[in-house]
């Protein structure tokens, strides 16, 4: 493993030994070669995997008020790809993502709070235009050999769920699932 | 001992072979159709629509080197009577064949195409889209596909039944389409 698991909560603790310097809300900019926004639906007994791009991601983490950190994402849904090459012409063609009308899907958090050993950001996601209220998990992690209060590097992990009929993404609805559950990886460094 | 090409009196190899790799590709497109058509879709049995799209385009061009067929080697009349009904009925039944085996797999195409999907063949080439990309191409495109299978089945059903009877009779019509003469 190349990163030690810390919890938002953990970090905040160690943030409150750091000082007050620290206790504001940070930039993180994304590697985004090094994240995934990865997605699954059903099918029929099987299940359909793929990833989108990141094409922006404005992150602003405050560990001592949690709940002033933001989190806007843009995906780039027109590079979509997935696991089997239909699957991605069906889910980027006009009864899915309809991305030649459509290329992005945006997500811009409107409240976020710790959660458990994590965090739960609600916001609103844009999908095919349609802009809805979509919830996701959050957990963080320190890069691996950093001390406690280094958090210059880390990593988010956020999970959650559309469902696809909510933006009007019908398409193959009677082969394909509604749901389609989300797992993003972000590598983050903090901006000087 | 018929040749390859047809004479006045007898069927040739090629229009043999076209007629009987056509009745076996067609029933056994009629199986895998309705198969597809119900099945659940997944993982493991995705490919059965490649296969449909690679018989059905192989059943057109292959229908289309039988009318070409037609034209450069003409098939030997009917036996019977000229103007009996048996006669008329069959030529209209033989034609009404030859329209949906050209109609069923370009509606097939059609529908396909709208669908936005590309339609690959042999799983290796992807053969252009002949319609828009659209829900009501698609939508239709499906029904007259369903439609004109039922006919063609139905249809095949009349035919089978006309050849056993001709068989029984003994006229030599079924006979002539194994082995060539009557």
């Given at each position: 493993m190349l990163f030690n698991r810390s919890t938002l909560l953990a970090a905040l603790a160690s943030l409150a030994l750091a000082g007050?310097?620290?206790a504001a809300p940070v930039s993180y900019a994304l590697d985004a070669t090094a994240s995934v926004v990865g997605f699954e639906t059903d099918f029929g007994p099987d299940r359909i995997t793929g990833q989108m791009p990141v094409t922006r991601a404005d992150l602003s983490l405050d560990?001592?008020?949690?709940?002033r950190s933001t989190v806007a994402v843009t995906l780039d849904a027109s590079a979509a790809v997935a696991s089997f090459p239909f699957a991605a012409q069906a889910m980027r063609g006009p009864k899915v993502l309809d991305t030649a009308q459509y290329p992005q899907i945006g997500f811009q958090s409107s409240s976020v709070r710790t959660e458990g050993d994590g965090a739960r950001v609600d916001g609103q996601v844009t999908i095919r235009g349609a802009t809805r209220p979509m919830v996701l998990h959050a957990t963080i992690w320190r890069q691996q050999?950093?001390?406690?209060?280094?958090?210059?590097h880390l990593v988010i992990r956020l999970t959650g769920a559309v469902n696809r009929s909510d933006f009007g993404a019908t398409g193959w609805a009677d082969m394909v699932g509604d749901e389609v559950r989300l797992d993003i990886v972000a590598r983050i460094m903090q901006v000087p | 001992m018929a040749g390859w090409a047809n004479t006045p009196d007898s069927f040739g190899r090629t229009s043999r072979l076209l007629h009987w790799a056509m009745a076996l590709g067609v029933l056994g497109m009629l199986g895998l159709g309705t198969w597809v058509h119900w099945m659940q879709p997944n993982l493991s049995n995705l490919w059965l629509y490649g296969l449909h799209k690679t018989i059905g385009l192989s059943l057109l061009a292959l229908v289309l080197m039988r009318l070409a067929w037609h034209r450069i080697s003409p098939p030997p009349a009917p036996l019977g009577?000229?103007?009996?009904w048996e006669v008329l009925a069959a030529r209209l039944a033989h034609r009404t064949i030859y329209v949906l085996l050209l109609a069923i797999p370009l509606s097939g195409w059609v529908a396909s195409s709208a669908t936005g999907l590309d339609v690959m063949v042999f799983d290796t080439w992807v053969v252009p889209r002949i319609?828009?990309?659209s829900e009501l191409w698609e939508k239709r495109g499906f029904a007259v596909h369903g439609v004109l299978t039922k006919l063609l089945a139905a249809l095949l059903v009349v035919h089978v039944a006309a050849a056993l009877r001709r068989a029984r009779a003994g006229d030599g019509t079924l006979r002539r389409m194994i082995r060539g003469r009557a």
């Amino acid at each position: 493993m190349l990163f030690n698991r810390s919890t938002l909560l953990a970090a905040l603790a160690s943030l409150a030994l750091a000082g007050a310097a620290l206790a504001a809300p940070v930039s993180y900019a994304l590697d985004a070669t090094a994240s995934v926004v990865g997605f699954e639906t059903d099918f029929g007994p099987d299940r359909i995997t793929g990833q989108m791009p990141v094409t922006r991601a404005d992150l602003s983490l405050d560990f001592a008020h949690v709940a002033r950190s933001t989190v806007a994402v843009t995906l780039d849904a027109s590079a979509a790809v997935a696991s089997f090459p239909f699957a991605a012409q069906a889910m980027r063609g006009p009864k899915v993502l309809d991305t030649a009308q459509y290329p992005q899907i945006g997500f811009q958090s409107s409240s976020v709070r710790t959660e458990g050993d994590g965090a739960r950001v609600d916001g609103q996601v844009t999908i095919r235009g349609a802009t809805r209220p979509m919830v996701l998990h959050a957990t963080i992690w320190r890069q691996q050999g950093s001390v406690a209060t280094d958090l210059s590097h880390l990593v988010i992990r956020l999970t959650g769920a559309v469902n696809r009929s909510d933006f009007g993404a019908t398409g193959w609805a009677d082969m394909v699932g509604d749901e389609v559950r989300l797992d993003i990886v972000a590598r983050i460094m903090q901006v000087p | 001992m018929a040749g390859w090409a047809n004479t006045p009196d007898s069927f040739g190899r090629t229009s043999r072979l076209l007629h009987w790799a056509m009745a076996l590709g067609v029933l056994g497109m009629l199986g895998l159709g309705t198969w597809v058509h119900w099945m659940q879709p997944n993982l493991s049995n995705l490919w059965l629509y490649g296969l449909h799209k690679t018989i059905g385009l192989s059943l057109l061009a292959l229908v289309l080197m039988r009318l070409a067929w037609h034209r450069i080697s003409p098939p030997p009349a009917p036996l019977g009577a000229p103007q009996g009904w048996e006669v008329l009925a069959a030529r209209l039944a033989h034609r009404t064949i030859y329209v949906l085996l050209l109609a069923i797999p370009l509606s097939g195409w059609v529908a396909s195409s709208a669908t936005g999907l590309d339609v690959m063949v042999f799983d290796t080439w992807v053969v252009p889209r002949i319609t828009p990309v659209s829900e009501l191409w698609e939508k239709r495109g499906f029904a007259v596909h369903g439609v004109l299978t039922k006919l063609l089945a139905a249809l095949l059903v009349v035919h089978v039944a006309a050849a056993l009877r001709r068989a029984r009779a003994g006229d030599g019509t079924l006979r002539r389409m194994i082995r060539g003469r009557a």
